[in-house]
């Protein structure tokens, strides 16, 4: 079955470490995304990628770092740079149909993971 | 200004009460999600909208894309559906990519 597969569920970090979380999807979308959401807020971007081997910088990019080298594969980076790393992250792919939106036009969402640095 | 707006934020509601939450975008779509996040869970996708209306269970979800909105409805609530609910859309040409979310719905439902 096609998915979307973000790893770990929980993940635990010394402060001053560099973590990387997983984002694979399946479905041949060109659109990945990582995004944050911190205790009672919104989802925030953090990057974007639309194509392989290019992505963009979202709202809260700082202290974060992405790579596309494979279509299926999006990871993020969390840098000690970041201040304050402990947050939800959600990775989530797309596909938007040709002209008009015809064709496939789907998202999909991972579990999400629990980042806690200690 | 948000591209997709939620309303309400919040939503305390008694077990059995109908509940509608609403979400409005700015932007050219070609489809709409409806996402639930329960306290410390992860997210998980209800429906994906294109046009017209879907039910799945308790829960009715209704898009008009003239005018750009769309509805969540939870029919006879439980304190189960005690969550936050998420609107995304598939835009086209959104200002950051083209997957936009709104800022959520928390619901509460009281027994």
């Known amino acids: 079955d096609g998915g979307i597969t973000q790893s770990p569920k929980y993940l635990f970090r010394k402060e001053g470490q560099n973590v990387t979380l997983s984002c694979e999807q399946n479905?041949?979308?060109?659109?990945m995304y990582w995004y944050r959401q911190d205790p009672g807020q919104g989802l925030r971007l953090i990057y974007y990628?639309?194509?392989?081997?290019?992505?963009q910088k979202g709202d809260i990019a700082e202290g974060y770092s992405v790579s596309r080298e494979k279509k299926e594969s999006f990871p993020l980076t969390v840098t000690s740079a970041q201040k304050n790393p402990t947050a939800f992250y959600l990775c989530?792919?797309?596909?938007?149909?040709?002209?008009?939106?015809?064709?496939?036009?789907?998202?999909?969402f991972g579990q999400g993971t629990r980042l806690t640095v200690v | 200004k948000n591209e997709v707006e939620q309303s309400p934020q919040n939503l305390t509601a008694q077990e059995g009460e109908f509940i509608t939450i609403n979400c409005s975008y700015s932007?050219?779509?070609?489809?709409l999600h409806w996402l639930q996040q329960h306290p410390g869970g992860g997210i998980v996708s209800l429906f994906m909208?294109?046009?017209g209306k879907k039910k799945h269970g308790r829960l009715i979800a209704t898009i008009n894309i003239q005018e750009k909105h769309s509805s969540l409805h939870i029919t006879a609530s439980h304190p189960r559906d005690s969550a936050v609910y998420i609107c995304?859309?598939?835009?086209?040409?959104?200002?950051?990519?083209?997957?936009?979310f709104g800022k959520g719905t928390k619901l509460s439902v009281k027994p």
């Open positions: 990628s639309q194509i392989v081997n290019d992505f």
């Open positions: 989530a792919s797309s596909i938007m149909g040709g002209v008009g939106g015809a064709g496939r036009n789907e998202a999909f």
């Open positions: 932007v050219g779509i070609s489809a």
């Open positions: 479905l041949n979308h060109d659109a």
């Open positions: 909208l294109s046009s």
């Open positions: 995304a859309v598939i835009a086209y040409g959104g200002s950051q990519g083209n997957l936009i």
